[in-house]
T-cell receptor, first 113, second 113 residues
Framework: KQEVTQIPAALSVPEGENLVLNCSFT??????LQWFRQDPGKGLTSLLL?????REQTSGRLNASLDKSSGRSTLYIAASQPGDSATYLC????????????FGKGTKLTVNP | NAGVMQNPRHLVRRRGQEARLRCSPM?????VYWYRQLPEEGLKFMVY????????ESGMPKERFSAEFPKEGPSILRIQQVVRGDSAAYFC???????????FGSGTRLTVV
């Protein structure tokens, strides 16, 4: 059974700091991995999608890496801003005919001005 | 493109009533997924549908819950005889096919009183 773990559960940093969020998964048989952002009381916004054959994806100040063999992904946020404050969710799409995503519980990020 | 549209945004039901949650996928998306987010829990897969077909309902409770995605109109998640434990945020997502990531709606927050 696929399990996704995100560490840390919460993180508080000063504005301008570079930071890394971690995601690990137990079964390397994944189709892709997706990072989302969720603001309080809101839906999920897709940030980056990494296919299983890829090693990383970049969008603006965000960079996500994937090491499928070790079951790890990281989300790197450069020059953090207060507007980056949100919960960041990692999800893997498992193989084997199902298209469901398995989510971690998220990392709650607070960027202090 | 209006994105994934869910309504209502908030729904209050008394115990024993029925709840009907609607989801209109993005234009061109034929895959619809429903997820539930309980307080302090991660998102959990419920059901995956394509037009007129339930593909995977392995995450659906066996009783009181049903889902459909008719040929015309939105996907509906129906909860009969709601109980307090059904209180949660219900999210719908869509994708054009398995190679793409998901786009999520803003969710319906169900409160059972």
């Amino acid at each position: 059974k696929q399990e996704v773990t995100q560490i840390p559960a919460a993180l508080s940093v000063p504005e301008g700091e570079n930071l890394v969020l971690n995601c690990s998964f137990t079964d390397s048989a994944i189709y892709n991995l997706q990072w989302f952002r969720q603001d309080p009381g809101k839906g999920l916004t897709s940030l980056l999608l990494i296919q299983s054959s890829q090693r990383e994806q970049t969008s603006g100040r965000l960079n996500a890496s994937l090491d499928k063999s070790s079951g790890r992904s990281t989300l790197y946020i450069a020059a953090s801003q207060p507007g980056d404050s949100a919960t960041y969710l990692c999800a893997v799409k498992i193989t084997g005919g199902s298209e469901k995503l398995v989510f971690g519980k998220g990392t709650k990020l607070t960027v202090n001005p | 493109n209006a994105g994934v549209m869910q309504n209502p945004r908030h729904l209050v039901r008394r115990r024993g009533q029925e709840a009907r949650l609607r989801c209109s996928p993005m234009k061109g998306h034929s895959h619809v997924y429903w997820y539930r987010q309980l307080p302090e829990e991660g998102l959990k897969f419920m059901v995956y549908l394509q037009k007129e077909n339930i593909i995977d309902e392995s995450g659906m409770p066996k009783e009181r819950f049903s889902a459909e995605f008719p040929k015309e109109g939105p996907s509906i998640l129906r909860i009969q005889q709601v109980v307090r434990g059904d209180s949660a945020a219900y999210f719908c997502a869509s994708s054009p096919d398995a190679n793409y990531g998901y786009t999520f709606g803003s969710g319906t927050r169900l409160t059972v009183v």
